[in-house]
């Protein structure tokens, strides 16, 4: 899905390749320990290891917050089609990821929506000969309620609040 963005995500890319990357090598070592990825975010918290920025808690917990970005933004280009993709984006930051990132993050955010395509063109690429609208409302259905259950969890333990750079 990134990749619909053009290089305007490159970093994100980056940042969720390498999030997920970290689950499956912790997973890897032992998967009948690690075959939920709650029971990794418990063993974390046990050695207390879940803050760190290389934790598999801290991937757990980015990786819900980007999709909690593209499920805002399915959103907003389903509630408002007048919205340039642009207003979309920064509105789905505005609502999801901004109060998580530090400086350089939000400055590198608004230097790649300078690079992200135009409204047109996004849905285009992504919607392929399907049902576009359907397609991204089933998303926004069946994430939405996944990613509360993230949130939900990383609170319990107490790690829902970790702020990035």
Known sequence: MLDKFG?????????????????EQKYKSSPS??????SMVRAEVASKTAKSSSS??????????AMDFLVELFHDLLDHPDWSMSQACNHAYGKTLKKWHGWLATSSFSVAMKLVPDRKKFLEVVGGSGDLTADMRSFCEKYGPLLHENHKFLASVGLDNMKGT
């Open 7 to 23: 290089a305007a995500m490159a970093a994100v890319k980056s940042d969720v390749g390498g999030n997920l990357s970290r689950m």
């Open 33 to 38: 320990e690690f075959n939920l990825l709650y």
């Open 56 to 65: 598999c808690t801290n991937a757990l917990l980015w990786l819900t917050r």
